[in-house]
């Protein structure tokens, strides 16, 4: 992980400069320095943001491909309904049709 490049001396020096006693300065660069390593535990990489967005997609992924499968199930069972249905129909059909012909075709 990349550090944050914080000078204390620096820090402390323009302080200093500001009118803050030395004393008063240091402590202030300490506090600064700890916080930032402190920070910097619980700071996030690209790296592993990334992997965990990974991650999140490949299980996103096989959630809608299971249901998409699961679509095409219900959807072939339903077009075996329909087809059983298609036939019933075209019996229903054929049982009404062939006798009212047959009636109109009698001599």
Do not use: C, W
């Given at each position: 992980?990349?550090?944050?490049?914080?000078?204390?001396?620096?820090?402390?020096?323009?302080?200093k400069?500001?009118?803050?006693?030395?004393?008063?300065?240091e402590?202030?660069?300490?506090?600064?320095?700890?916080?930032?390593?402190?920070?910097?535990?619980?700071?996030?990489?690209?790296?592993?943001l990334?992997g965990?967005?990974d991650?999140r997609?490949?299980?996103q992924?096989?959630?809608?491909?299971?249901?998409?499968?699961?679509?095409?199930?219900r959807m072939?069972?339903i077009?075996?309904?329909?087809?059983?249905?298609r036939w019933?129909?075209?019996a229903?059909?054929?049982?009404t049709?062939?006798?009212?012909?047959?009636?109109?075709?009698?001599?």
């Open positions: 992980m990349a550090a944050i490049a914080f000078d204390t001396l620096k820090f402390v020096r323009r302080l400069e500001a009118g803050v006693p030395e004393t008063q300065a402590a202030q660069a300490e506090l600064m320095a700890e916080a930032f390593v402190y920070n910097m535990d619980s700071l996030v990489t690209k790296d592993h990334e965990a967005l991650a997609f490949a299980a992924d096989l959630r809608f491909e299971n249901r998409v499968s699961d679509l095409y199930l072939a069972d077009r075996g309904e329909l087809k059983l249905q019933i129909l075209a229903i059909a054929a049982s049709v062939i006798p009212a012909l047959m009636t109109l075709f009698a001599p």
